[in-house]
């Protein structure tokens, strides 16, 4: 599975959209970007993922660019609860884990 | 109830003893793991079944064991526990069919080995 490189920190301003980038310049044609987050301690929760095309859901939006070697996980207007650490992870489809690296620790002030 | 439930949330216990962390779902999914997370880092997988005859090695597995008692059961072992395995212990789960929708967590264990 494919690295990822992500910023270890991040501050967002609440009700502002909150833009976390991740480099992943290996990865391969069959693998997908996952997003997870984890909020203090509590078991990661899942947010999203993609191949090439961008999506959104209820919680947020990916945005992955168009050679793949790069996303960015948009939360649109952030809250105090999207405090949490931010985890890319990329594998292949329906593979058998998910490797975490140390993820991007985003806080929300208001 | 929690889709995937992890007991007990807190143990305290002493070096060399055997402790077992204890994982059940009500997801149906066939595929459960266990994960480490120690302070300030990401999580580290142990062990991870595809179904009740299948046990895979993570990448941190000595030290270890496993036993997938049925498929919605999935407990870890400590066989002589020693104080570098204080840590933040998950079990999680996934589907294995085409509707993937990513891993479902528990809210952990917390254990501490004096």
């Known amino acids: 599975d494919a690295k990822t490189t992500q910023p270890p920190s991040m501050d967002c301003a609440e009700g502002r959209a909150a833009n976390l980038p991740c480099n992943h310049s290996?990865?391969?044609?069959?693998?997908?970007v996952y997003w997870y987050r984890q909020i203090h301690s509590q078991g990661p929760q899942y947010i999203i993922h993609g191949l090439k095309n961008n999506e959104t859901n209820e919680m947020a939006s990916l945005i992955i660019t168009e050679d793949r070697k790069s996303s960015t996980l948009i939360l649109p207007h952030a809250t105090l609860r999207d405090t949490a650490v931010y985890y890319c992870i990329v594998r292949v489809y329906n593979t058998d884990k998910l490797i975490f690296g140390t993820g991007t620790r985003l806080q929300v002030f208001p | 109830d929690a889709d995937v439930t992890q007991t007990p949330r807190n143990r305290i216990t002493k070096t060399g003893k055997r402790i077992m962390l204890e994982c059940s779902q009500t997801?149906?999914?066939?595929?459960m793991y266990w994960y480490r997370q120690d302070p300030g880092l990401g999580l580290r997988l142990i062990y991870y079944s595809f179904d009740v005859k299948d046990i895979n090695k993570g990448e941190i597995s000595d030290g270890y064991s496993v036993s997938r008692q049925a498929q919605a059961k999935f407990s870890l072992s400590l066989e002589s526990a020693i104080p570098n395995q204080t840590a933040l212990y998950f079990c999680?789960?996934?589907?294995?069919?085409?509707?993937?929708?990513?891993?479902?967590f528990g809210s952990g264990t917390r254990l501490t080995v004096v």
């Open positions: 997801k149906g999914h066939d595929r």
């Open positions: 290996t990865i391969s044609g069959n693998e997908y």
């Open positions: 999680a789960t996934s589907d294995s069919g085409t509707a993937f929708g990513g891993y479902t």
